[in-house]
């Protein structure tokens, strides 16, 4: 149980293109889901947290304009790259937070998503 | 001084050895802890998660918290050159519903084993 999907796994764009990365709970429901960003060697740098229906929040110096997110449903949040440029080639993590702990349940994370913007 | 400090690494051990990960912590607030395994170009997978002091044990992996000393560890009995990967802590003030429960990250511990 618990599994979360990614899609795609791997895009490369050219500049100025949008990207959109979808993060599924394929098991059960996700009322919290959260996007990262993660740069060779480093560990996870939180960019936005998102509530079923409800606006993200993002973390200081992440630009929202730049990185949508949207939660539709308890099962699917999508994250947007608008007009990607290299400096946003990185690897994608979405994790979601549900099941039958609720609030108390820990944060199960997708495979990734690594975008390369040349 | 960052909130978890945990040693970078990296730690190479032989085949079948005991593996000894541990973190530190100062925000006295966190109360869940949990132990991720990242492969390399892959996404953290959760191995342990625990809210007590004391141990907690699944298969080769025992977890250990002391919320008195602000220390966690996790212990991988019996390694194998499949557990080589980077092993992330992480911890969360809240355990009730509200708020992001945002977790806050050790740097990771990148471990070897080797044949």
């Known amino acids: 149980g618990a599994v979360v999907s990614q899609h795609p796994s791997r895009v490369i764009c050219k500049s100025g293109t949008s990207v959109k990365i979808e993060c599924r709970s394929l098991d059960f429901q996700a009322t919290t889901m959260f996007w990262y960003r993660q740069f060779p060697k480093q560990s996870l740098m939180l960019m936005a947290t998102s509530n079923e229906g409800s606006k993200a929040t993002y973390e200081q110096g992440v630009e929202k304009d730049k990185f949508l997110i949207n939660h539709a449903s308890l099962t699917l949040s999508t994250l947007t790259v608008t007009s990607a440029h290299p400096e946003d080639s990185s690897f994608y993590i979405c994790?979601?937070?549900?099941?039958?702990?609720?609030?108390?349940?820990?944060?199960?994370f997708g495979p990734g998503t690594r975008l390369l913007v040349l | 001084q960052k909130e978890v400090e945990q040693d970078p690494g990296p730690l190479s051990v032989p085949e079948g050895a005991i593996v000894s990960l541990n973190c530190t912590y100062s925000?006295?607030?966190?109360?869940?802890f949990m132990w991720y395994r990242q492969y390399s170009r892959k996404g953290p997978e959760l191995l342990m998660y625990t809210y007590s002091s004391g141990n907690k044990e699944d298969g080769r992996f025992t977890a250990q918290v002391d919320k008195s000393s602000k220390y966690i560890s996790l212990f991988i009995r019996d390694s194998q050159p499949s557990d080589s990967a980077t092993y992330l802590c992480?911890?969360?003030?809240?355990?009730?519903?509200?708020?992001?429960?945002?977790?806050?990250f050790g740097t990771g511990t990148q471990l070897k084993v080797e044949l």
């Open positions: 994790s979601a937070r549900g099941g039958s702990g609720g609030a108390q349940s820990p944060q199960y």
């Open positions: 992480a911890m969360t003030p809240w355990g009730v519903t509200g708020g992001g429960n945002k977790l806050t």
């Open positions: 925000n006295s607030a966190f109360q869940y």
